[in-house]
């Protein structure tokens, strides 16, 4: 009979399906091969005019169906195609989910496109006031749709059947992250026997990527796309946006075993904290990252030696990866030299608020694989940060627990820990 | 009664009508009270203004204030009056320990650009690039950071030092509704101690009104309270800039410090209406059940919008239970957006503290109430998806 509560009498949550959609593919499979042959998913951009830009290269998601409809669109299409693959994989109900949705998506504004068409299709007056004379004669709701911030939960708990008042967040970086956190904690107050957590960002439309490249935050390696991203390299210059899904299934280890599904792995523990020390920079001693690891660790009930590999958030930004390699080499004292700590991020780009669930989503094919994906582009290894990177190669090993990094813009921290078996 | 109850130990209020707990209740029960209206600056549209606000009270350094546009600025001097009146600002360690859960939008967009892109688009057919060439060299590089949504809680950490965890909900009134109803699970369940939850919503905006208008929410008639609307000229919402947040606790917790107890949080409960099915007012009833079964007259603090279907809706189940003696806010203070229900909340519980309930704010359709409110109910039903209904119980 297995243990079903963990170290301090909750329930244990398991994870019983996994879908994910990268620039690499649609699905785990397609997803997996690409990720463990080094492959990286970032291009050029053909979306919009790249014209002024001086980044001119992403990872975006141009194969579904609403890949050019604009940022709600895709991101429904996105979330929606990567829960469906996890709940078929948990063999539960598509239509009748039988649990509540977290959703952590970008915050959504009304798109350019629309924005356009809606003020040419009249002449009097100007500026807001004509957008607004228009917009109450408009017969449709999609275009106001687009526009409010819980219709794509809507639209998800609508397909899916999933329970109650969907909850849509954002943590910046750490959305995905956040996401799966609520889940893991609705379940283990006893609110529910399963929830659907998903991370999903579409949102890398030409304004998103102006303002990150205002804030000097994107990569502007144009030339050869695919090197651009290069997590802990001495001339990593900036994040590479992408678009991307991850949905997890999780359920109470219990409920999961009574219904005989198959156990895809357990989350074992969510650890967070708060930067008050500026809006885009982490506090200089690292202190809010570390905090967050090491509630992590406590959550999950694990000693700092009893972590096998490290998915880092390693977004390829100068800034970022020094301040993970600092917290992360306090936390793991000298052992940081030899754990394995790669960054999903050099191959599909940084998915913003998808993050943290599609990198959820491969620590726990990680996990089951026994194979750990490469951090690619590491040519020139900064030598102020000394990692064992897993470079260039994928790397067999037996991998029984990970930590997952997600930091973000606004002091957002956030970390999980997985594992492959029930204690 | 239990140690591990949710209570209320803190109010951060701002609206049209001013700033604070004390202010708004004493205006709140004036008889007669006429709410603060603009009705030039959006004309067709009606907005309840800000009032004058010194933003150095809650923001002290100019450099914080100048990273923010309006809405944050409001919502983080709301999080302020929130930790001040609580007893927890400055408190580096309660601070350092403190959840927050926070219902946001968007932020502000810079007007002026988006119109000098919009004027140029009428005699470009290459608006793609257009859009290029004007956002790569007019936009203020930090503007997008006043426009994050997760960067009202983001400014709340670094102004008021809240960094326990971080976490911020999008989705309307909705998000306000998930905000409270989690931050009340995580203390129920002994996963926090103390929480600050709440949210601003900053009007006077053309997006701010874009967002309703897209689907013919707002009203353009004259001014009238929320309950009169139906049958006039738009949608029925007048909106409002304002702002709540509120400082749950533990029962002991808050007992341990010593400090003043507005009310207990009861029950909070939370629904997904498919409206277009027709199930608006069958999940409003519901709720209602799980929250309260009335003994006696019920004061319900309702943040009804004034959106014609919605209200209806509303209005048709809160005047079939006749214990309940409904005060509409909005007809005061404007619709709040994501602040809406922890303002509700805000409202019923300052009720059960000072024992008294408020007058009628609109006497043609309000009903009066004699009485001490031991307890207090709170709504939020959204004027397009998502509803949410809390009971407040005297401390």
């Known amino acids: 009979m297995a243990k079903l509560t963990d170290h301090m009498g909750r329930p244990i949550v398991a994870v019983t399906g996994i879908g994910v959609v990268t620039s690499l593919g649609i699905g785990k499979t397609d997803n997996w091969a690409a990720l463990t042959s080094g492959k990286s998913g970032i291009h050029p951009i053909t979306r919009f005019p790249v014209d002024h830009l001086n980044t001119r290269i992403a990872g975006t998601v141009d194969f579904l169906a609403s890949s050019s409809k604009g940022a709600s669109p895709l991101t429904y299409e996105l979330a929606e195609t990567a829960a469906q693959e996890a709940v078929a994989e948990a063999g539960l109900d598509s239509s009748d989910f039988g649990g509540p949705l977290f959703l952590a998506s970008p915050p959504v504004e009304l798109d350019w496109a629309d924005r356009f068409s809606l003020y040419n299709s009249d002449k009097a007056d100007s500026g807001a006031e004509r957008l607004l004379r228009v917009a109450r004669g408009l017969k449709e709701i999609d275009i106001f749709e687009t526009t409010q911030f819980g219709s794509i939960a809507d639209r998800l708990a609508d397909h899916f059947g999933t329970r109650g008042l969907p909850i849509t967040l954002s943590t910046a970086c750490a959305s995905g992250a956040t996401a799966i956190q609520l889940g893991v904690e609705a379940i283990r107050r006893g609110e529910c026997d399963r929830a659907l957590s998903i991370g999903s960002d579409g949102s890398a439309t030409a304004e998103a990527l102006i303002r990150f490249s205002l804030l000097s935050a994107l990569s502007t390696h144009n030339d050869v796309p695919e090197k ?31 219904r005989g599904a198959t156990i895809l792995g357990i989350m074992r523990g969510c650890g967070e904290r708060a930067d008050d020390f500026h809006r885009t920079r982490s506090k200089p001693d690292g202190s809010p990252a570390i905090a967050a690891v090491r509630a992590a660790l406590a959550d999950a009930g694990l000693g700092e030696d009893e972590i096998d590999y490290v998915n880092a958030h390693g977004t390829s930004t100068p800034e970022n990866d020094k301040m993970e390699h600092l917290s992360l080499s306090t936390v793991f004292g000298e052992r940081i030299g030899s754990m394995p700590i790669s960054s999903n991020k050099s191959m599909i780009g940084h998915t913003l ?67 492959r078996e029930p204690v | 009664m239990s140690a591990s109850d949710v209570v209320i130990s803190g109010i951060g209020l701002v609206s049209s009508l001013g700033e604070g707990p004390d202010a708004h209740w004493s205006k709140l029960t004036q008889p007669g009270l006429q709410p603060v209206l603009e009705t030039a600056r959006f004309a067709p549209y009606t907005i309840h203004p800000l009032p004058e606000i010194d933003w150095n009270l809650q923001i002290s350094k100019r450099g914080d204030q100048r990273q923010m546009e309006t809405w944050q600025r409001l919502g983080t001097y709301a999080a302020g009056l929130a930790l001040d009146d609580a ?24 007007e002026a650009v988006d119109a000098t892109i919009l004027a140029a ?84 905006h053309s997006d701010m009104l874009l967002g309703y208008e897209l689907a013919g929410y707002l009203h353009r008639d004259a001014w ?21 947040f509120l400082v749950l606790e533990q029962r002991a917790h808050a007992i341990s410090r010593g400090r003043r107890i507005y009310a207990e949080l009861g029950p909070i409960v939370s629904g997904r209406a498919r ?42 189940v809160l005047d079939a239970h006749p214990a309940l003696a409904t005060r509409g806010f909005s007809t005061m203070t404007g619709h709040m957006k994501e602040a809406q229900f922890p303002f509700a909340v805000a409202l019923a519980a300052l009720a059960v503290e000072r024992k008294a309930a408020y007058p009628a704010f609109d006497a043609q359709a309000e009903k009066p109430f004699e009485g001490v409110p031991d307890s207090a109910l709170a709504t939020a039903i959204g004027y397009h998806q998502f509803e949410g209904v809390a009971l407040v119980k005297a401390a």
Not at chain 1, 228 to 253: I, T
Not at chain 1, 380 to 399: C, E, T
Not at chain 2, 155 to 161: A, F, L, P, R, T
Request: hydrophobic share 40%; charged share 20%.
């Open chain 2, 275 to 316: 409206r277009r099915q027709g199930e608006l007012a069958a999940t409003i009833g519901a709720l209602l059940d799980q929250a309260v079964k009335p003994n006696g007259k019920l004061l319900t603090l309702s943040g009804a919008s004034g959106a014609h279907a919605a209200t209806a809706a509303e209005r048709s």
């Open chain 2, 224 to 244: 009238k309270p929320v309950w009169q609307r139906q049958g006039m000229q738009g949608g029925g919402v007048v909106t409002g800039s304002g702002g709540a």
């Open chain 1, 353 to 419: 608020s998808a993050a943290g669930a599609v990198e959820a989503a491969f620590s726990l094919m990680t996990m089951r694989e026994g194979v750990i994906p490469p951090t690619i582009n590491y040519d020139n290894p900064d030598p102020a940060i000394v990692l064992d990177v897993v470079p260039n190669r994928k790397r067999d090993a037996s991998v029984g627990t990970v930590l997952s990094n997600s930091f973000g813009f606004g002091g957002q921290n956030t970390c999980l820990v997985m594992a």
């Open chain 1, 228 to 258: 651009a991203s290069k997590p802990f390299s001495k001339d990593r210059d900036g994040f590479v946006l992408a678009e991307g899904s991850g949905a997890l299934v999780l359920e109470s280890l219990e409920a999961a075993l009574a």
């Open chain 2, 87 to 110: 007893g927890i600002k400055g408190n580096d360690e309660l601070c350092a320990t403190m959840d927050m859960v926070v219902a946001a939008g968007g932020g502000e967009r810079d």
């Open chain 2, 121 to 204: 688009s009428e005699s470009r057919n290459d608006r793609d690039v257009l859009l290029n060439e004007k956002l790569t060299t007019d936009l203020r590089p930090t503007l997008f950071l006043a426009q994050l949504s997760n960067l009202l809680a983001g400014n709340i950490s670094i102004v008021h030092k809240v960094t326990g965890s971080s976490r911020t909900f999008m989705g309307e009134e909705g998000a306000g509704v998930a905000a409270v109803e989690t931050a009340a699970a995580r203390i129920r369940s002994g996963q926090s101690t103390h929480v600050l939850v709440g949210g601003a919503f900053q009007t006077e």
